[in-house]
């Protein structure tokens, strides 16, 4: 038998991966070279000449209060942090090809003299720095094709509606309605009055779609919306009962801001969670006889903070990936807080799917009650929390006895406290113990793999009350 050969074809091929090969090379080479630099004072930013092959520019120091000195047009990574900036006036940049990132700087007012910034091609943090509430800086941009982060900001964002494009979050929304931002865009710890949802920018009840107080069941029975949609519902009295919520899904289908109930007679959220969606935050609080969590089997997303107060005998049934409570639920965008959670069940499997957490991930136990003793979820390989915007709260759990769950975090924004966990069944150990004890040694290893995101992070660990904290320079890592 003989084989003929297309040599023509066949160096065709060759040329094409040959080219594939040195296209590649050459991109990964675009965003991987150049130099770093870090800039500490006012003097040595003054003193900058460099305008090219920039792989990282740091600007860090608190004497630093102007950066219309630097002359270069492109970067890949630009770090500022820890200034004192008011603004950041960089009138000559016009990209940054992999990250930009403002932090932690106390007197910086507004995010603007960046008037030739056109290009952002990979992502964008904005985090932890007070006084901020101006992003009008990020009008000239043409493209964003990354992620945007804005958390941890408490004075930015208050929702207003968008008479301007310059007003605080009303920014994003210019950016999202001319598609220039084509990345994940995450809002959360910011003003108190602002939306974690980027859809919401801008609603604030007007016209029809209002916000409403239900302060008993006469309210509840009085009730007619002007609409099938509320912004805001806060429902509360002790004469409200599950046959008086559950009137309530005949006249709304959705609330789009929060949803508070607290202080009822409720016990079942079946009477309203599955009939009326809720596309923010959820508040559930002092609910003395709130039992039956299945009013939330169908949610997959909250769309704000999930926050459950003394509502003590709130069971916390688990399924995987969804079938009971709160187990399919895959993401919070806003801050997720149970406190106290006595009754959680087993391990964490009522949070089974959840990996997302926008903002602060607390769950603070009760030392006498409670059957939790991890956040594993055991039927899952790979599952477990990944992402915490902001700090983890992880304490006074009666039977927790290791940190299972967390084995799989690849992002931890704030501070670390995992407190006085343990009782009958164990403490956390030091070491793991098998697959089944998840010691403080992974916290070793967030340190260790670059996970916790935040510029001297408090880390507290403790293994039991009246114990000394754990020394995080001699903590072991896991095996």
């Given amino acids: 038998m ?16 040959a080219v594939l090969f040195v296209s590649c090379q050459k991109t990964e080479n675009e965003l991987t070279t150049g130099k770093d630099y870090t800039l500490t004072s006012q003097a040595e930013v003054n003193a900058f000449k460099v305008t090219r092959d920039i792989r ?31 603004d950041i006036n960089m009138h000559r940049l016009s990209s940054v090809t992999v990250s930009f990132i ?4 106390a007197l910086l007012t507004a995010i603007k003299g960046l008037d030739n910034l056109k290009f952002v091609n990979g992502s964008m943090l904005i985090q932890n720095n007070p006084l901020l509430t101006s992003l009008e800086g990020l009008l000239n941009l043409k493209i964003f094709k990354g992620d945007l982060t804005i958390t941890g900001n408490i004075s930015l964002g208050e929702n207003v509606p968008c008479v301007s494009d310059k007003t605080g979050f009303c920014v994003i929304k210019s950016l999202m309605n001319n598609s220039i931002i084509n990345g994940l865009i995450t809002l959360s710890n910011n003003h108190p009055g602002a939306v974690s949802d980027p859809l919401l920018i801008g609603e604030t009840g007007s016209g029809n779609i209002i916000s409403y107080v239900l302060g008993s069941k006469t309210d509840v029975d009085n009730f007619t919306p ?15 009962t599950d046959a008086v919520i559950a009137t309530l899904k005949n006249k709304l289908k959705g609330v789009k801001g929060t949803l508070t109930l607290e202080g009822t007679a409720v016990t079942t959220t079946e009477s309203f969670f599955n009939g009326v969606k809720c596309l923010g935050s959820i508040v559930l609080k002092n609910n003395p006889e709130l039992y039956n969590p299945q009013g939330f089997m169908a949610y997959t997303e909250i769309g704000g903070d999930l926050v459950i107060e003394n509502c003590p005998k709130l069971a916390f049934w688990g399924f995987p990936r969804g079938g009971a409570s709160f187990s399919g639920i895959t993401r919070i965008e806003g801050n997720f807080k149970i406190n106290p959670a006595s009754s959680l069940g087993e391990g964490g499997a009522a949070f089974a799917s959840l990996t997302y957490v926008g903002g602060n991930f607390e769950i603070t136990g009760s030392k006498t009650a409670g059957e939790m003793w991890n956040m594993d979820t055991w039927y899952q390989t790979g599952g477990g929390i990944r992402h915490i915007g902001g700090d983890l709260i992880y304490k006074n759990h009666y039977k927790v006895n290791g940190l299972g769950g967390f084995e799989n975090v690849e992002y931890i924004g704030g501070d670390v406290y995992i407190l006085d966990n343990g009782g009958p069944d164990g403490f956390v150990p030091i ?11 992974i916290v070793k290893k967030w340190i260790n793999n670059g996970v916790l995101k935040k510029t001297d992070p408090v880390i507290q660990l403790r293994v039991k009350q009246g114990d000394a904290l754990l020394d995080i320079a001699t903590l072991p890592v896991c095996n």
């Fill in 102 to 105: 403002i932090q932690d700087n």
């Fill in 431 to 441: 070491l793991s113990v098998g697959a089944s004890q998840i010691g403080f040694c």
């Fill in 2 to 17: 003989k084989f003929l050969i297309n040599y023509r074809a066949f160096f065709s091929l060759i040329a094409a991966i």
């Fill in 56 to 86: 990282t520019l740091t600007i860090s120091g608190e004497d630093i209060t102007d950066l219309s000195p630097l002359q270069f047009k492109s970067a890949k990574n630009i770090v500022i942090e820890k200034t004192g900036l008011t």
């Fill in 226 to 240: 002007l609409s099938d949609t509320a912004q805001d519902l806060r429902i509360t009295g002790m004469d409200i």
